[in-house]
């Protein structure tokens, strides 16, 4: 007898599959949060505020989060050239659940860190 599995597929009917992609992985959650307390934030400030990220990987995950209309990206035309980023009404609906796995990781740190 063969075993029916249920899968997750591509388009968007798993929601935690869905929201996982959107904001999982090493440093989306990071940026968002720092966009939150800050407000705006340019490249170069991200950079220092996540310092274990690289050039191309902080470039790849702003590219990620603004094509999923969380982060936007404001390009201002002088020289030197300026880039701010800040979040979307769409990323600031992330914040509350930012927020609480924030507080339940402080809990759990506190846990093993007694």
């Given at each position: 007898?063969?075993?029916?599995?249920?899968?997750?597929?591509?388009?968007?009917?798993?929601?935690?599959?869905?929201?996982?992609?959107?904001?999982?992985?090493?440093?989306?959650?990071?940026?968002?949060?720092?966009?939150?307390?800050?407000?705006?934030?340019?490249?170069?400030?991200?950079?220092?505020?996540?310092?274990?990220?690289?050039?191309?990987?902080?470039?790849?995950?702003?590219?990620?989060?603004?094509?999923?209309?969380?982060?936007?990206?404001?390009?201002?035309?002088?020289?030197?050239?300026?880039v701010e980023y800040s979040l979307t009404e769409v990323g600031k609906e992330l914040i509350p659940f930012i927020s609480y796995l924030k507080e339940w990781g402080d809990k759990q740190i506190e846990?093993?860190?007694?």
């Open positions: 007898m063969k075993k029916t599995q249920k899968e997750c597929p591509d388009t968007p009917t798993c929601s935690v599959d869905y929201a996982f992609k959107r904001i999982g992985g090493k440093y989306k959650g990071r940026i968002l949060w720092y966009l939150h307390e800050h407000m705006i934030l340019r490249y170069g400030e991200l950079g220092r505020k996540v310092p274990d990220i690289t050039t191309k990987m902080l470039t790849q995950t702003l590219r990620e989060l603004e094509k999923d209309n969380l982060v936007d990206r404001k390009v201002y035309h002088e020289v030197p050239p300026k846990k093993t860190n007694p």
